[in-house]
T-cell receptor, first 107, second 114 residues
Framework: RKEVEQDPGPFNVPEGATVAFNCTYSNSASQSFFWYRQDCRKEPKLLMSVYSSGNEDGRFTAQLNRASQYISLLIRDSKLSDSATYLCAVNFPTMRFGAGTRLTVKP | DAGVTQSPTHLIKTRGQQVTLRCSPKSGHDTVSWYQQALGQGPQFIFQ???????QRGNFPDRFSGHQFPNYSSELNVNALLLGDSALYLC?????????????FGPGTRLLVL
């Protein structure tokens, strides 16, 4: 089992759709969790840190389920500009990234 | 507020050569981490530097070494390059006392080994 696993994707959705990504991790001692967005041939950009109580930033909602060892990202009202690869990251104690899930939002 | 900067942006080397990549952290950050990202994969942690010392290391061979300077900038050195070292090398900086404070990435150096 990989240490951090993400939905394989790709996800192709119409504008305005709601889409959810999941990410599972294997080390129950992990303390920090993040979602990054990466555009083609660019660096990852921090989207959100993920807190135990869950957190929301506009159209984006992140949740953490420690018991089941997964984090999720929900994007509501998808925009064309949301098209990117979404990476989850978990500290391990070294930082581990998933392989990413590609999202394409279509008109 | 200057973000993380890296140089060079692109590099072409041949097998067996050595390469040095450079990173300047975001203003106010004192910790630098290096990652290797192969095509279609997530970033793989190489090592992290704090107070000029290697604080953590991922599963990379000794051919990969680094350094942090008093101004917090950092270098990644790779010796005896292999074709498989071709990748995007990312530097990320963070601040604060925790080992895994939120990290911000630079634009990366794209290395091609022929």
């Amino acid at each position: 089992r990989k240490e951090v696993e993400q939905d394989p994707g790709p996800f192709n959705v119409p504008e305005g759709a709601t889409v959810a990504f999941n990410c599972t991790y294997s080390n129950s001692a992990s303390q920090s969790f993040f979602w990054y967005r990466q555009d083609c041939r660019k660096e990852p950009k921090l989207l959100m840190s993920v807190y135990s109580s869950g957190n929301e930033d506009g159209r984006f909602t992140a949740q953490l389920n420690r018991a089941s060892q997964y984090i999720s990202l929900l994007i509501r009202d998808s925009k064309l500009s949301d098209s990117a690869t979404y990476l989850c990251a978990v500290n391990f104690p070294t930082m581990r990234f998933g392989a990413g899930t590609r999202l394409t939002v279509k008109p | 507020d200057a973000g993380v900067t890296q140089s060079p942006t692109h590099l072409i080397k041949t097998r067996g050569q050595q390469v040095t990549l450079r990173c300047s952290p975001k203003s106010g950050h004192d910790t630098v981490s290096w990652y290797q990202q192969a095509l279609g994969q997530g970033p793989q942690f190489i090592f992290q530097y704090y107070e000029e010392e290697e604080r953590q290391r991922g599963n990379f061979p000794d051919r990969f070494s680094g350094h942090q300077f008093p101004n917090y900038s950092s270098e990644l050195n790779v010796n005896a390059l292999l074709l498989g070292d071709s990748a995007l090398y990312l530097c990320a900086s963070s601040g604060g006392q925790g080992v895994w404070e939120t990290q911000y990435f630079g634009p990366g150096t794209r290395l091609l080994v022929l």
